[in-house]
């Protein structure tokens, strides 16, 4: 079987970017796959350990979406599904800039926003919360960043909710997001929570990160500098994809 | 004092929604209805591959997500008429997932070692802190498959058929069916790339 021979270390045969590998991922950050606090990990959990690889030239290399993909009012979830008005909320803009961990801004790169509405029901055919739906609002948004990684997004501030976990517990109001980066590697979901919050102290979920520093890193701040007068309060949220190495410090192909 | 790099954003689950932000017309939102993520167009032969991820007591994922990303028929990614990449929703009633793609070509690994055919899978649900990354190969490449530098790092050589779909019969395309098993019995490998 032939093949096409790519350097080591490489990444997309086409496409921007000579660039390193992606760096390991520090799982010290993240949350262990088994949290039995929040019981639906119980089951979902692999028991095994991970098998630790560097990255390849697939890993290295990441899907892209062009920004032309994306409808006008998509990053204004006030307006994106209206029919007979605005979306019923605490109005907000949420913004913030993607970095990676060496401190370079992620470009041109798609978020996906998802949420509940204010009464915090989300539009979803499985969700049977009491609260009623907002017939003016889905709770999706996309937007990509900038050539500085800046992004921004407007909505209304979602509600909390209860869910079955020890009994009925409440999730605080969060908005979950979705990042690609440039590499299958740095590929992120993860949810933002609002400062001052008194339900996030008490959060399952959030709970099952490793210390207080990686949930602090989850709470967006409220910025009155950017707050638009008479109309939204704004909420600063910065997001940290893996980096790259530079190549310099790659291996050669034919070294150790 | 060491080097301070910036950490990166932990993760949290996807959530039982997870629809609404990735697949609007599944999760009931008027929006989007035309998208059709889990059917990859482009040239080559074209492939179906189906499952089911079962949780530790072998109930199956009635709410996940999974994403797909391979390479084109030649080995190549990003190639400008290939996108490579795809997502399909769990059915809601029996957990069966299922991608139309083309069967990839070889990518060669870091050390330029060429690699059987694969796609890589992540999976995303409630209950899963950080979304779970496999492999999909296909059973028929037995001389690539030993060869497989990344399947070769499964030390224990009885879980690497975990990562191999098994052919099934019917269909108008060739057929694979790749179950993934979070825990127990035949937990499948997960990796750290």
New interface residues.
């Given amino acids: 079987?032939?093949?096409?021979?790519?350097p080591?270390?490489g990444g997309?045969?086409?496409?921007p970017g000579a660039a390193g590998n992606v760096i390991k991922?520090?799982?010290a950050?993240?949350?262990?796959?088994f949290?039995p606090g929040?019981?639906?990990?119980?089951?979902?959990?692999?028991?095994?350990a991970?098998?630790?690889?560097?990255?390849?030239?697939?890993?290295n290399?990441?899907?892209?979406f062009d920004g032309k993909i994306l409808a006008p009012l998509e990053n204004d979830l006030i307006r994106?599904?209206a029919k007979t008005g605005e979306a019923v909320g605490e109005r907000i803009i949420v913004f913030g800039r993607v970095?990676?961990?060496?401190?370079r801004p992620v470009r041109n790169t798609l978020i996906?926003?998802?949420?509940a509405n204010a009464g915090g029901r989300?539009?979803?055919?499985?969700?049977a919360y009491l609260a009623a739906l907002d017939p003016n609002f889905?709770?999706?948004?996309?937007c990509m960043t900038d050539d500085d990684g800046n992004y921004f997004f407007r909505t209304i501030r979602p509600g909390p909710y209860p869910w079955r976990n020890h009994g009925s517990d409440w999730r605080p109001a969060h908005i979950?997001?979705?990042l690609f980066g440039d590499a299958?590697?740095q590929?992120?979901?993860?949810?933002l929570y609002f400062e001052g919050d008194p339900l996030v102290p008490l959060c399952p979920?959030?709970g099952?990160?490793p210390d207080q520093?990686?949930?602090d890193?989850?709470v967006a701040k409220l910025d009155m500098k950017m707050s638009v007068p008479f109309d939204s309060l704004a909420y600063r949220f910065d997001?940290?994809?893996?980096?790259r190495r530079q190549t310099f410090f790659e291996n050669k192909?034919e070294g150790h | 004092m060491p080097i301070e790099?910036?950490?990166?954003?932990?993760?949290?689950?996807?959530?039982?929604?997870?629809?609404?932000?990735?697949m609007?017309a599944f999760?009931?939102?008027?929006?989007r209805q035309e998208e059709q993520q889990h059917v990859i167009p482009g040239p080559g032969e074209r492939v179906r591959l189906v499952g089911v991820v079962w949780?530790?007591?072998g109930?199956p994922?009635r709410?996940a997500m999974l994403?797909l990303?391979?390479?084109d028929s030649?080995?190549?990614?990003?190639?400008?008429d290939f996108?490579?990449?795809g997502r399909a929703a769990a059915s809601?009633e029996t957990g069966e997932w299922e991608f139309d793609t083309i069967r990839p070509?070889?990518?060669?690994?870091?050390?330029?070692t060429?690699?059987a055919p694969h796609v890589?899978l992540?999976i995303?649900?409630?209950?899963?802190?950080?979304?779970?990354h496999t492999r999909l190969y296909f059973p028929e490449d037995e001389a690539?498959l030993a060869a497989d530098p990344?399947l070769r790092?499964?030390e224990q050589t009885g879980?690497r058929a975990t990562l191999v779909a098994r052919r099934v019969e019917g269909g108008d395309v060739p057929t694979y069916r790749f179950d993934i098993r979070?825990?127990?019995e035949g937990?499948?490998?997960?990796?750290?790339?």
């Fill in positions: 079987m032939s093949h096409t021979t790519l080591a270390g997309s045969n086409f496409g991922r520090d799982r950050l993240h949350a262990p796959a949290t929040y019981k639906t990990s119980v089951l979902r959990s692999p028991r095994f991970l098998v630790s690889l560097e990255p390849g030239p697939g890993e290399a990441g899907p892209r994106n599904y970095l990676d961990e060496t401190g996906e926003v998802w949420q989300y539009r979803h055919k499985n969700d889905g709770g999706a948004g996309r979950h997001f979705s299958f590697a590929r992120l979901v993860s949810q979920i959030l099952t990160l520093d990686a949930r890193r989850l997001i940290v994809l893996r980096g192909p | 790099y910036l950490k990166e954003t932990p993760s949290q689950t996807g959530g039982p929604y997870v629809h609404i932000g990735t609007p999760a009931g939102l008027e929006i949780d530790g007591s109930h994922l709410d994403e990303w391979q390479a030649a080995g190549r990614h990003n190639a400008p996108s490579g990449w809601s070509g070889v990518v060669p690994w870091r050390d330029g060429p690699q890589s992540l995303f649900a409630r209950g899963i802190n950080i979304h779970l690539a990344v790092a499964v879980r979070l825990q127990g937990e499948t490998v997960f990796f750290d790339m």
